[in-house]
């Protein structure tokens, strides 16, 4: 048990730092070939209903279906009597004072058409990417609550499973391809999304074992 905690808390640590490295280069470093080179080579393709296949892998990230898709899980966990679990579900909504407050204070521009194809102009700054980080909160969140709950009808949680890994998969490239994201700013995303998911889990796992 031990080595597993010390494993576990030596994770977090290389995430942060690996976080905080990325974001100091980003800072220094606001465009890069890399991540011209990546977007260059997933818009290569492009088509109308590849361009709705993104913005729909999106969609649950975009205000206000991110707060609405968030709270409204929340609520199907609480009337199926699974309270404490809506609590923590609910608790995931703070990360976008998070994510707003790293934003400001990189201050990453978003790709232009200089660069890439822009499928929509989006909002706030680009680093770190909050969609690839709420996905990987709340979508990693549920799938640990479907594999760790005893009373999870076992098609429920192959579905939620399922789609929630489809989504983390999906996520990163969908942010590219829209023009929405540098490559950087996705890794930037799912490492703090990782890192928001150890205290989370964390406070959870207590939690339950005390009661």
């Given amino acids: 048990m031990l080595f597993k905690r010390n494993t576990l808390i030596l994770t977090l640590i290389l995430l942060i730092l690996a976080f905080t490295a990325l974001s100091l280069f980003i800072f220094h470093h606001p465009i890069t070939p890399l991540d011209i080179s990546i977007s260059g080579l997933i818009q290569k393709y ?11 892998i ?41 994510i707003l407050g790293i934003k400001n204070i990189i201050n990453r521009p978003r790709p232009t058409l200089s660069h890439v194809r822009l499928v929509e102009v989006f909002r706030f700054q680009s680093y770190p ?32 499973n399922s789609i929630s890994v489809f989504l983390l998969i999906m996520i990163a490239p969908s942010r ?28 959870y796992f207590q939690k339950k074992t005390k009661i």
């Fill in 46 to 56: 492009q088509a109308n209903w590849l361009d709705q296949v993104m913005l729909a």
């Fill in 58 to 98: 999106s969609f649950f990230g975009e205000l206000p279906f991110s707060l609405i898709s968030v709270l409204a899980v929340a609520a199907i966990f609480y009337w199926k009597k699974f309270k404490r679990e809506a609590f923590f579900i609910s608790t995931i909504l703070f990360s976008g004072l998070i």
């Fill in 129 to 160: 990417s909050g969609h690839v980080l709420s996905y990987f909160l709340f979508f990693g969140f549920l799938i640990i609550l479907m594999n760790t709950l005893k009373n999870i009808p076992k098609t429920t949680s192959i579905v939620v």
């Fill in 176 to 203: 590219i391809y829209l023009g929405a994201h540098w490559f950087t700013d996705t890794v930037g995303g799912m490492l703090l999304g990782i890192i928001c998911l150890f205290p989370l889990c964390y406070f």
